[in-house]
């Protein structure tokens, strides 16, 4: 569905109207709003240069590998998890373990594949695995319904992959592997990495709003895009990468979507 379409707009108002929920006891020009907010950021995203319909078409180039996860984790003072996968093998008929790597956690995608491996050991998984590197890297990772039965998996598609990378040592917090009918221990949460708070944070998304606009419009972009940040604990953005995408699709000021932001952010 792309963003340029007007009837596909139409749909995206009613995800959105989903999302919002229902009207309850909120004024109902409050609720219109969100509604108009979260489906004008459905539109944007979805469109071909939106963040969904980016992802959708780099994920639409992955290889896809499935086998049985044997244990996540992170080497001794990696930035990188490292995904440990029991494969089946088309030439000797039993499996062997292949490792696939993340991206950098410090971006948020590899952080959320790493989560969900931690909760997928033993588990039959689908990898979506990006070769367009140097090194594969796991973009996506979804349970497959199958479970670890200790063998290779029988009518599995044979999966390709490079052979298991030196990883320096030992990995570190993997969890090893696990008897199906045990539970796997928990991975320890990722290293933390140098966090950037809203006032940094706020200096580049500056940049990526288009420098020909009024500074006030521009003023006005930030300030809505304020609004979206989303902090962790310690008080760092968990989305700066989201931020700065919706910064370079921010709405010509002379649309109606770009003069409800200045009306409703005024600088």
């Not at 909120?26 to 240069?49: F, H, K, T």
């Not at 990526?208 to 300030?223: F, H, M, P, V």
């Not at 370079?248 to 979507?257: F, G, I, L, V, Y």
Request: net charge negative; glycine share 10%; proline share 7%.
């Amino acid at each position: 569905m792309s963003g340029d379409s007007g009837a596909g707009m139409v749909a995206w108002v009613g995800l959105a109207v989903q999302a919002v929920g229902p009207l309850g006891d909120r004024p109902y020009e409050a609720w219109l709003a969100e509604v108009d907010r979260v489906a004008v950021d459905l539109w944007l995203m979805s469109a071909p240069s939106g963040t969904v319909g980016r992802r959708a078409a780099q994920l639409s180039t992955c290889t896809a590998v499935v086998g049985v996860l044997s244990s996540a984790g992170i080497s001794g003072g990696g930035t990188r998890a490292h995904l440990v996968v029991r494969v089946p093998d088309a030439a000797s008929g039993s499996s062997v373990e292949r490792t696939y790597t993340t991206e950098e956690l410090t971006a948020r995608r590899a952080r959320e594949v790493f989560e969900r491996a931690r909760l997928l050991v033993g588990h039959g998984v689908q990898l979506l695995v990006a070769e367009d590197s140097k090194q594969p890297l796991v973009l996506h990772i979804a349970d497959s319904g199958q479970r670890d039965d200790g063998a290779a998996m029988a009518g599995s598609t044979p999966a390709g992959g490079p052979a298991a990378p030196d990883t320096g040592g030992p990995v570190v917090a993997a969890t090893g592997h696990q008897d199906a009918r045990l539970p796997a221990e928990p991975a320890p949460a990722p290293p933390s990495v140098a966090g950037t708070t809203w006032e940094e944070g706020s200096v580049e998304v500056w940049r990526n709003i288009d420098r020909a606009w009024d500074k006030g419009y521009r003023t006005s972009c930030l300030l809505a895009l304020r609004d979206r940040v989303v902090l962790d604990s310690s008080g760092f953005v968990l989305n700066l990468e989201e931020l700065i995408t919706l910064a370079q699709e921010s709405p010509d000021p002379d649309t109606p979507r770009g003069k409800d932001i200045a009306a409703r952010y005024p600088a």
